[in-house]
């Protein structure tokens, strides 16, 4: 057990419907980073979070949103959602600012849009 | 953050070292080498980091040149459960973790 809490750890929906993914850091973590991993591409960086606010983006969906709540869990919302976005979900939480700023991943959350 | 070069895949006998290589040549002075794992589906896994010296914790070592532009982790005695993609990254403390396409690496008994 990593320390990192993702929920659900399996999903299955529907083409157009809209899903929350819930990531729970490890205690003493304050940022929050959300990772995609489809069948054909690697693992792709979509956004991260410190201590509420958004520090950095990469390549996350319009339809796609996160945020990261007072007590620093976060939550992913995909919405609208495509084919194309059947996927594992990762969370990863840091320190941060404490020099090297390793990252602790957790188990994921696999998606499946039918 | 620099992008690094890494053999898309290696093998390995069960019991021997396995070395993998990493190249960084455009690396900033501020920026870590960090190695990470994933065995098949699980979340990636933390293996070993490091700036200018070479490190060693109870997973593995890792060796950096002296000029900093390329890098070898070491499993010194490799198991089947070390089977999996490693990936070779560097970035600085407030950069992006960016993956690449790593080394798959098999260990065969």
């Known amino acids: 057990d990593s320390g990192v809490t993702q929920t659900p750890k399996h999903l299955i929906t529907a083409t157009g419907q809209r899903v929350t993914l819930r990531c729970s850091p490890r205690?003493?973590?304050?940022?929050v980073y959300w990772y995609q991993q489809s069948l054909d591409q690697g693992l792709q960086f979509l956004i991260q979070y410190y201590n509420g606010e958004e520090r950095a983006k990469g390549n996350i969906l319009e339809r796609f949103s996160a945020q990261q709540f007072p007590d620093l869990h976060s939550e992913l919302n995909l919405s609208s959602l495509e084919l194309g976005d059947s996927a594992l979900y990762f969370c990863?939480?840091?320190?941060?600012?404490?020099?090297?700023?390793?990252?602790?991943f957790g188990a994921g959350s696999r998606l499946t849009v039918l | 953050d620099a992008k690094t070069t890494q053999p898309p895949s290696m093998d390995c006998a069960e019991g021997r070292a396995a070395n993998l290589p990493c190249n960084h040549s455009t690396i900033s002075g501020n920026e870590y080498v960090y190695w990470y794992r994933q065995i098949h589906s699980q979340g990636p896994q933390y293996i070993i980091h490091?700036?200018?010296n070479n490190e060693t914790n109870e997973m593995a070592s890792l060796i950096i040149t002296e000029d900093r532009k390329s890098s070898t982790l070491i499993l010194p005695h490799a198991t089947l459960r070390d089977t999996a993609v490693y990936y070779c990254i560097v970035r600085n403390s407030w950069g992006k973790l960016q993956f690449g396409a790593g080394t798959q690496v098999v260990v065969t008994p």
């Open positions: 205690s003493g973590d304050l940022s």
């Open positions: 990863a939480s840091s320190v941060l600012g404490t020099g090297a700023n390793v990252l602790t």
């Open positions: 490091g700036l200018k």
